[in-house]
């Protein structure tokens, strides 16, 4: 197993510096960032090879063997987030893009994910309007881990109805509602899973039906089984001392 680093979950993101591994084809909702550190990256596509210092690929876009000659930075971006906003306006008409001098400059030279995080959004993130109705949603949908009817019952606080509400995420996250929560329930997952949790344990706790719900979702969105994530998550991480 190549990978050799370090794994932290921050606020509507999560993030990786170290040596990378390939996974299988796989989608997921985040608007992920590959920057090379010493080198460039090469990721894989349906339609292709993309290859830079750094490469944004956006949500929907099925994609594997990310590979770099030395260590890399991932950045995985909720499509919510001000900063994956900001990413996802720089994809282009594939779903792709080659990073930016000035997006590479902000990860290659800080000290940490964090610092990097912060450079970004002083470079990307401008005011640009979300609607407040699914801003509170989204907001309530994070709390609400209980599972069946919580969308049902975010939209009825919201006073908007499931069809508006469902238009309205799409529209303004570019990913479907469904699509949002699974990634977060995968969050959910993968921190119990860092915490020691068993396979069974860490799918209740993401709220998922069981452990093959919880492994298909893990194998369609990330590319690996949740047994290698929760080798990955031991290894690498640090940051689930003090869950949100």
Sequence with gaps: MKWNGKVTFGKDWLGYVGLNDESSPHVHVAIQL???LQYGVRVALD????????????????HHALVSTGRMALLFLY????????????????????????????IRHAATLEQAVVALQQCLVSAQAFDPRLSNILDLLRADCSGVGAVSRAASTAGISRPRLRHVAHSQMGVPLSQ?????????????????????????????????????????????????????????????????
Excluded: Y
């Design 34 to 36: 590959c920057v090379g």
């Design 47 to 62: 339609d292709g090879i993309l290859e830079g210092d750094g490469v944004i690929i956006g949500p929907g876009v099925r």
């Design 79 to 106: 499509p919510d987030a001000p900063l994956g906003r900001a990413l996802h306006r720089q994809l282009g008409s594939r779903g792709t893009a080659v990073a930016s001098q000035a997006i590479t400059h902000c």
């Design 180 to 244: 949002w929560i699974i990634w977060r329930k995968l969050e959910r997952s993968c921190r119990a899973l860092a915490l020691e949790a068993s396979l069974s344990d860490a799918a209740m706790q993401g709220g998922f039906a069981d452990q093959a719900h919880l492994t298909r979702m893990m194998r369609r969105m990330i590319g690996l089984s949740p047994g290698r994530v929760a080798l990955i998550l031991r290894k690498t991480s640090d940051s689930f001392n003090n869950p949100r």
